[in-house]
């Protein structure tokens, strides 16, 4: 079992950069593929990167050239670097933990996840 932590969430203004961490408990985290995920205000969950146990990652079409999903398994981390940040961005992001086999167009559905984080805020104002 995996639990995850997120941290780093804050409000910051259009074009700024935030880094989101996420830390996991267990042993077998490096076993883990992780992904963040977020959740807009009345909007549904969406994927937005993953990274899997040997550093291979996936973006969302929306994060690809401004976000960096990166781990230390070392610590037992992984992080979202944010930059270019843009009010659409506004969400609750959540990052969660899985190991079920999946295929490319599965890398950010978040029913292939089965450990989740309780969500940070983060707000980009215009």
């Known amino acids: 079992q995996v639990q995850l932590v997120e941290s780093g969430g804050g409000s910051v203004q259009s074009g700024g950069s935030l880094t989101l961490s996420c830390a996991a408990s267990g042993n077998s985290f490096r076993t883990y593929y992780i992904g963040w995920f977020r959740q807009p205000p009345g909007k549904e969950l969406e994927g937005v990167a993953r990274?899997?146990?040997?550093?291979?990652?996936t973006y969302a079409d929306s994060a690809k050239g401004r976000f960096t999903v990166s781990r230390d398994n070392a610590k037992n981390t992984v992080y979202l670097q944010m930059r270019s940040l843009k009010p659409e961005d506004t969400a609750i992001y959540y990052c969660a933990a899985g190991r079920l086999q999946m295929t490319v167009d599965q890398h950010l559905l978040p029913a292939k996840y089965l450990y989740w984080g309780q969500g940070t805020q983060v707000t980009v104002s215009s």
């Open positions: 990274i899997n146990s040997v550093g291979i990652t």
